[in-house]
């Protein structure tokens, strides 16, 4: 109920769908909204690669390492505040060798939301 009245909260949605201009609005609010969100992800530098994984045995350590060398280089050149990623392989292996701050996407998640609730308490 948004008026608190049968009769208009009733005829609200026989106007909204009988209403193409109005419709065609709240379609243009979400692109808007999606438009936004892709904006706002593009201020993030992102370095992607999908890389092969050796195990964790010392014989491969070499090896592993030669597979994400060109990886890790794309993140030296852009040199990051911090490093997200899910992988644990990778997270030990950029721990070792980069100095970066690294997170896993739960906790950039996680960090999200208690901003947002310090941000809710001070007003």
Same mark, same amino acid.
């Given at each position: ?55 964790? @045995?010392?014989?491969?350590?070499? @090896? ?9 280089? @794309? ?42 609730? @310090? ?5």
């Amino acid at each position: 109920m948004v008026f608190k009245n049968p009769v208009l909260d009733h005829l609200m949605p026989v106007a909204y769908h009988q209403s193409i201009p109005l419709r065609l609005a709240g379609v243009r609010v979400f692109e808007a909204r999606a438009r936004l969100g892709a904006a706002i992800g593009a201020q993030y530098p992102q370095v992607q690669q999908a890389v092969g994984g050796l195990g964790y @045995k010392e014989r491969f350590y070499e @090896k592993s390492i030669a597979l994400i060398r060109s990886l890790m280089h @794309k993140i030296e050149a852009v040199a990051p505040e911090a490093i997200i990623t899910d992988c644990l392989s990778r997270r030990l292996q950029f721990q070792h060798l980069l100095h970066y701050p690294i997170f896993h996407p739960l906790e950039m998640i996680t960090r999200a939301y208690e901003a947002a609730a @310090k941000t809710q308490e001070g007003r």
